[in-house]
């Protein structure tokens, strides 16, 4: 599973929108790109998925360049309930016969201020 | 609509005991996995279950064991347990098994060891 790089942590004013860049040099051509958020005490939440280009949902968008090498999670006019820690995942987590896995890391911890 | 639930909440052990943590899946799911979490760090994948079978393991000790029930409900065993186990638990389940659609984690089980 390609290894992730994102920034320890980030601090935002509420309203602003927040982007989150997530390093992946080493992602492999079938690998796809997911980030999770969570809230102290409580499980990760499935925010968004991509593997090229961009994807928008009701709650974020993912840009994804040509070479894939890295990606960009975008959350617009936060408020101070998106304070959470951010996780970009890379990599097939399916691997067949039922097998499913999740990599994390350490994610990107992100503070939004009034 | 229930999500994943993980029963209990929270839980103190005395090291050398052994400790049971129990998830039922969001209504419809097949597939378990669990998850450690240690303080201040990401979820690590400790195994996953599929037709009441072990279909992949992480990188954790044979302390750790699993069970998956007929009606897809799931245990986490952990023998002689050891200050390290000390985490937050996760549970987390799919609904289809051969994809990479995301995964539902519930709140969790914080165990502490003293």
Known sequence: LAKTTQPISMDSYEGQEVNITCSHNNIATNDYITWYQQFPSQGPRFIIQGYKTKVTNEVASLFIPADRKSSTLSLPRVSLSDTAVYYCLVGVAYSGAGSYQLTFGKGTKLSVIP | ?114
């Open chain 2, 1 to 114: 609509d229930a999500g994943v639930t993980q029963s209990p909440t929270h839980l103190i052990k005395t090291r050398g005991q052994q400790v049971t943590l129990r998830c039922s899946p969001k209504s419809g799911h097949d597939t378990v996995s669990w998850y450690q979490q240690a303080l201040g760090q990401g979820p690590q994948f400790i195994f996953q279950y599929y037709e009441e079978e072990e279909r992949q393991r992480g990188n954790f000790p044979d302390r750790f064991s699993g069970h998956q029930f007929p009606n897809y409900s799931s245990e986490l065993n952990v023998n002689a347990l050891l200050l390290g186990d000390s985490a937050l638990y996760l549970c987390a389940s799919r609904g289809e098994v051969d994809s990479n659609t995301e995964a539902f984690f519930g709140q969790g089980t914080r165990l502490t060891v003293v």
